[in-house]
């Protein structure tokens, strides 16, 4: 009599549907757990793997091929530096702003622009920088003259796996300036984009200082004071990195839409 009950409970568990199909029904969400974190880590690392596989694919004649592509990005980089500052000051008039000052270090043609541009003076402390504009109070102008320049990274990761899968040493060095301008940025206007979002809000918005271009700066300041807001500084600092990805996976779409891809080693 004990030996059919036990048989009748396991014929019963074997054939319950639950619980013959919750194991599997686990495993399957871990998995699918499992592939969106992987996806998402694929998406974080696409920059990398793009300038990684395209040096990969570039490299074909070694040590001359690295030459050609770091003679590139000193090129790219040249040219760059101009178009970006130039780029702010665009932003910032057309959004009804007024800029009276543009900085540009003479290696990168101050000089020339200077004689073109009424506002443009050949010198600075940084490669370039907008030191003089008035926004007229409006955070819309001011986030505008800093997001500008970035648009330029679009075209930059469509010509970066262009050509990468080209093979094209030199064009893939000028390019990698365009297409990792944001997170080239991060100690520059990306912080100062997430700084003019934090300065927005309680309890950070009586903390105007916290504004700027320059990450290093700021926190030197910063130490300077017996309250220092570090939270609201830590804020604006990470919302600059999550602009840099969102810039990024823009550009990649439209690359994507454009026949880009990623670039595969």
Request: glycine share 10%; proline share 5%.
């Amino acid at each position: 009599m004990v030996s059919e009950r036990v048989v009748v409970k396991v014929w019963a568990v074997s054939t319950d549907r639950r619980t013959a199909t919750w194991p599997t029904s686990l495993c399957e969400t871990r998995w699918d757990g499992t592939l969106r974190a992987v996806r998402v880590l694929r998406f974080l690392l696409t920059p990398g793997t793009d300038v990684l596989n395209g040096l990969d694919r570039c490299l074909t004649r070694g040590f001359r091929s690295l030459l050609l592509v770091f003679a590139g990005t000193l090129a790219g980089w040249w040219i760059y530096v101009p178009i970006h500052e130039l780029l702010h000051a665009a932003g910032c008039a057309v959004t009804g702003g007024k800029v009276s000052r543009l900085e540009i270090s003479a290696v990168y043609g101050g000089g020339l622009l200077a004689r073109l541009f009424p506002f443009v003076v050949s010198g600075s402390d940084y490669a370039g920088r907008l030191s003089g504009f008035d926004t007229r109070g409006s955070d819309l102008i001011y986030l505008i003259t800093d997001l500008a320049p970035f648009v330029l990274t679009f075209p930059g990761v469509w010509l970066l796996r262009r050509t990468a899968a080209a093979r094209q040493a030199v064009l893939f060095g000028a390019a990698l300036p365009f297409a990792l301008a944001p997170f080239l940025s991060l100690t520059g206007d990306a912080y100062e984009i997430g700084s003019i979002v934090v300065t927005r809000v309680p309890p950070w918005s009586r903390w105007q200082t916290l504004r700027g271009d320059d990450l290093l700066l700021k926190i030197e300041q910063m130490g300077k004071l017996p309250e220092a807001p570090w939270a609201g500084l830590a804020l604006a600092a990470l919302l600059g990195l999550l602009w840099a990805f969102v810039t990024w996976w823009a550009a990649d779409a439209t690359a994507r839409r454009l026949g880009q891809p990623p670039v595969r080693s």
